[in-house]
């Protein structure tokens, strides 16, 4: 069912007559509420509440892996002579985040991998040399971060959608692939807020992930917003073992697998180096199990390959589920990223 809505958002499948009315009617309702929410914010009945530092929010108008995680990791590092927290809501985090929980603070890594604490935050944690903090409560976790860490720059985590804080600087992220997909709002479509709403956004980021039209893209994101100037160019830079982190020379083929919003786009990229014999996806977020691994082996052995690659994203929630395995090599592939103005 999962594959189905993401193949309806993206033109790719047209919904069935009953599924189609229902999907309409859910955004009839979503669309409502959103537009409300987005009218009391804009006539001052809701406020945005100030906290005492810069905030940078980093956000996305559809569902699914656009490349905030990596656009937030680049914005951190080009804090010079800055003291930036980043806050996430850490999504799908098993841990209570009712109030901020730390992740990692200027020195020190909390967690052993992202199981507990959320899949992105604790790929951002490795990344950074920043406090890093989830916390449902934006507000709640940006005042945590100036109170415990002296912090003068709060970068939000998908904080678009979330007008609680006021903002001092706001990026949106757009996939030059995937675009708006079908331009419908959930469940109907990808899209979180309504394309009007883009008129929030400081700046527009376009993400190309080895797209050969993207020119077409720039000029076709520029009648949305005259702000879009930015490109985050995301390429493939290398594999490693997950295990060892040493880098894999001339790999030739193994079984891809990983649980983000755009598997396809992954899978694309891991091809630049493997033969893929076999490529499964699990649903955003996923938190995999014995069992997931204990599947993977049996395909594995199957087609008598003892190699796997998945993402970094990933990375943090397999250590201890695939220690079972030494005879098989689970392996990443790591991008490079790069922010760079439109030509």
């Given at each position: ?20 009315i ?27 509440k100030?906290?005492n ?11 699914g892996?656009?490349?905030?995680t ?5 914005i ?15 999504y ?6 009712k109030n ?7 020195d020190k890594?909390?967690?052993k ?7 992105e ?19 709640k976790g940006?005042n ?9 720059t709060?970068i939000l ?17 757009v996939?030059?692939?995937?675009r708006f997909?079908?331009?419908?709002l ?12 883009l008129?929030r ?12 039209n ?5 000029d ?11 490109v985050?160019l ?20 193994a079984?891809?697998f990983?649980?983000i ?8 990229f891991a091809k630049?180096f ?14 995999y199990?014995k069992k997931d ?18 993402t ?14 030494p005879?098989?090599s689970f ?5 490079k ?5 439109m030509?």
């Amino acid at each position: 069912m999962i594959n189905l809505i993401a193949d309806i958002h993206y033109n790719r499948k047209k919904a069935p007559v009953l599924l189609n009315i229902g999907l309409c009617t859910a955004e009839f309702f979503y669309k409502t509420i959103i537009k409300c929410k987005n009218f009391l914010y804009e006539k001052n009945i809701l406020k945005e509440k100030k906290v005492n530092a810069y905030v940078i929010c980093v956000g996305n108008l559809t569902t699914g892996g656009v490349g905030k995680t990596p656009f937030v990791e680049e914005i951190a590092k080009s804090l010079q002579g800055k003291k930036p927290a980043i806050i996430s809501r850490g999504y799908k985090a098993r841990i209570d985040t009712k109030n901020p929980v730390v992740v990692r603070d200027w020195d020190k890594i909390y967690f052993k991998d992202g199981t507990l604490c959320a899949d992105e935050p604790y790929q951002l944690a490795k990344k950074v040399s920043c406090p890093v903090i989830i916390c449902k409560d934006r507000v709640k976790g940006a005042n945590f971060a100036i109170e415990k860490f002296n912090v003068d720059t709060i970068i939000l985590d998908d904080g678009f959608s979330n007008r609680t804080i006021k903002k001092d600087k706001t990026y949106v992220l757009v996939d030059s692939l995937m675009r708006f997909g079908n331009n419908h709002l959930l469940p109907k479509g990808p899209l979180r807020e309504p394309v009007c709403e883009l008129k929030r956004a400081d700046e527009l980021v376009l993400i190309n992930k080895n797209d050969a039209n993207f020119p077409c893209a720039i000029d076709w994101l520029k009648q949305f917003n005259k702000t879009a100037d930015k490109v985050l160019l995301v390429e493939p830079k290398r594999i490693y073992n997950l295990k060892t982190k040493a880098e894999i020379v001339n790999p030739k083929k193994a079984i891809a697998f990983c649980a983000i919003g755009q598997p396809q786009q992954f899978f694309s990229f891991a091809k630049k180096f493997y033969n893929l014999i076999e490529t499964v996806s699990y649903k955003d977020h996923y938190s995999y199990t014995k069992k997931d691994i204990k599947n993977l082996i049996t395909l594995a052995k199957a087609h008598k390959v003892n190699s796997f690659v998945t993402t970094q994203k990933d990375e943090g929630k397999l250590y201890q589920l695939v220690d079972s395995y030494p005879d098989y090599s689970f392996n990443v592939l790591e991008l490079k990223t790069t922010i760079k103005r439109m030509n």
